[in-house]
Antibody, heavy 125, light 107 residues
Framework: QITLKESGPTLVKPTQTLTLTCTFSGFSFITGGEGVGWIRQPPGKALEWLAVIYWNDDKRFSPSMKSRLTITKDTSKDQVVLTITYMDPVDTATYFC?????????????????WGQGTLVTVSS | AIQLTQSPSSLSASVGDRVTITCRASQGISSALAWYQQKPGKAPKLLIYDASTLESGVPSRFSGSGSGTDFTLTISNLQPEDFATYYCQQFNGYPLTFGGGTKVEIK
């Protein structure tokens, strides 16, 4: 069974860098075809896709956030790390990591079939 | 980026009703659309992908249709556990985008 869990600070100050870790189980980047994405949701608002990283280290980013985002994977630890620089109060949101089914990825269908519980990050001085 | 517009933004319905939610894309996306259900304080749950393919384990009262720019999610025989917010997401290439959501409330 696939599970994902986000971890990181719950409070950051404006201009600081946020580092979030997604620790997963039930799949491995070694297998091939796997992808993990990050999606955020400000309180009471809609979902916003941020970034994806694939087993082969291919990475995709939201154009509006690209200059502030870094995404990496640690295959030995089954983790994906997202960093966001220059945090601002408008970045206050619940941040989710989610899995892309490799069978769907091979068909170029990028839908997230398993999600972490999310972690709320507040940006405030 | 492709924009997705959902309508209505909210609706009230009763148990047993048939509910239809619309998602319109700003340009053609073939059938590259997914639907998610999200309950308060929870992560989204994948319901449908490829516009009409039901994810494993999702009840058959959920169905999706459409292609190009216009898509619908239909819930037939609405159940108490279906009251939630529903989002569409397109994956016709990157960047991935989500619709603004439709909240289904109890009448």
């Amino acid at each position: 069974q696939i599970t994902l869990k986000e971890s990181g600070p719950t409070l950051v100050k404006p201009t600081q860098t946020l580092t979030l870790t997604c620790t997963f189980s039930g799949f491995s980047f070694i297998t091939g075809g796997e992808g993990v994405g990050w999606i955020r949701q400000p309180p009471g608002k809609a979902l916003e896709w941020l970034a994806v990283i694939y087993w082969n280290d291919d990475k995709r980013f939201s154009p509006s956030m690209k200059s502030r985002l870094t995404i990496t994977k640690d295959t030995s630890k089954d983790q994906v790390v997202l960093t966001i620089t220059y945090m601002d109060p408008v970045d206050t949101a619940t941040y989710f990591c989610a899995h892309l089914d490799p069978q769907l990825v091979y068909l170029e269908m990028y839908a997230f079939d398993f999600w972490g519980q999310g972690t709320l990050v507040t940006v405030s001085s | 980026a492709i924009q997705l517009t959902q309508s209505p933004s909210s609706l009230s319905a009763s148990v047993g009703d048939r509910v239809t939610i619309t998602c319109r894309a700003s340009q053609g996306i073939s059938s590259a659309l997914a639907w998610y259900q999200q309950k308060p304080g929870k992560a989204p749950k994948l319901l449908i992908y490829d516009a009409s393919t039901l994810e494993s384990g999702v009840p058959s009262r959920f169905s999706g249709s459409g292609s190009g720019t216009d898509f619908t999610l239909t819930i037939s025989n609405l159940q108490p556990e279906d009251f939630a917010t529903y989002y569409c997401q397109q994956f016709n290439g990157y960047p991935l985008t989500f619709g603004g959501g439709t909240k289904v409330e109890i009448k």
